[in-house]
């Protein structure tokens, strides 16, 4: 029977073993020692053709082989005791050969895994509270409570009608209100949210109510609700 000798990458003598066995579709249990080592010469003569080094450890193991080969050829003496066991030569070979597979398995599988983490990035993980903007509003807050803490102010003091539109020289700014505030709650250190509107005009609320969420959000105050629609009370970030 001929067969076809190609020469192929090897990671060493039991590889190439491993690769002739299951081209021949042997059992690795029951290894023909001498088709094995008869296919596994012929490659060592087509490297030496073919000019290439051959590595100690593939004569080596030619070596092993041709002495398992030579021992399961001698006759056997007809005075053996039938019951002795006898090793079979071919028993650490097949060993090997079972071990360098289950590693060389697992080898495959290390490298897919290699070769799909290759596909990823990581970062290496950094504080990111620098860039989370601080909002001095409590978890269970809304801006729609404060919106409700004004309205239910105008209910009391009847300002459902228009407010004043009437034209003055007083202008008001978000900055000069925050500074008024700011001294506000320096004296009290708490303040309740309805009381910083003691100016009832258009204006003066809008830039009151901008005012109040500006230094919220830049950690100036902090806006606190002991209950769903209770007060609402600012307080000093201090506080």
Do not use: W
């Amino acid at each position: 029977m001929n067969y076809m000798i190609e020469i192929g990458n090897f990671e060493g003598p039991l590889d190439l073993l491993l690769h002739l066995i299951k081209q021949s579709e042997m059992d690795i249990f029951d290894i023909n020692i001498e088709m094995i080592t008869k296919q596994y010469l012929e490659y060592i003569e087509k490297m030496e053709e073919l000019n290439l080094n051959i590595a100690s450890e593939y004569l080596v193991m030619a070596a092993e082989l041709l002495e398992i080969k030579s021992y399961t050829l001698l006759p056997k003496h007809k005075n053996e005791v039938e019951d002795d066991y006898e090793d079979d030569p071919r028993e650490k070979l097949i060993s090997r050969l079972l071990e360098y597979e289950k590693y060389k398995n697992i080898t495959t599988t290390f490298k897919e895994c290699e070769q799909e983490r290759m596909k990823m990035y990581s970062k290496d993980p950094f504080d990111l509270s620098s860039l989370v903007e601080n909002d001095n509003i409590e978890e269970d807050f809304k801006i729609d409570d404060l919106i409700n803490a004004l309205n239910k102010m105008f209910e009391r003091k009847e300002l459902e009608k228009p407010l004043n539109t009437k034209v003055t020289t007083k202008e008001y700014s978000v900055a000069e209100r925050s500074k008024q505030i700011k001294n506000i709650l320096k004296q009290k250190r708490k303040v309740n949210f309805v009381e910083l509107f003691d100016i009832y005009s258009k204006d003066y609320i809008v830039v009151t109510f901008l005012s109040v969420l500006n230094m919220a959000r830049n950690n100036d105050l902090k806006i606190i609700q002991d209950k769903n629609f209770g007060n609402i009370d600012i307080i000093s970030v201090g506080d």
